[in-house]
């Protein structure tokens, strides 16, 4: 793997740990797209990292599991500002 991949894995895996953000979130700072997000985290750091990866994995199942509910505030927020 090239190094600044691996680079940009680990920061935006410390990036993730640090703040609890979202795939969203993270591809938002870091300029790239939700799906290259999800291969690092989900492929690329496990080859990295196991311990980063194991907290990665916690974190990404917590947002996972939100979701639903981030979309209805999202929505009745949008109505509400009408």
């Known amino acids: 793997m090239r ?3 691996c680079k940009r894995v680990l920061l935006e895996a410390e990036y993730i740990i640090g703040t609890r953000s979202t795939l969203r979130q993270t591809a938002g700072l870091f300029g790239v797209s939700k799906s290259t ?3 690092d985290m989900s492929k690329r750091l496990k080859r990295i990292s196991e ?3 194991k907290k990665i994995e916690k ?3 917590i947002n996972f599991s939100e979701k ?3 979309g209805g505030l999202a929505t ?3 109505y509400l500002a009408m």
């Open 37 to 39: 997000v999800h291969v």
């Open 76 to 78: 009745k927020n949008k």
């Open 3 to 5: 190094e600044e991949i």
């Open 68 to 70: 639903h509910l981030r």
């Open 59 to 61: 974190i990404l199942n």
């Open 51 to 53: 311990k980063k990866y």
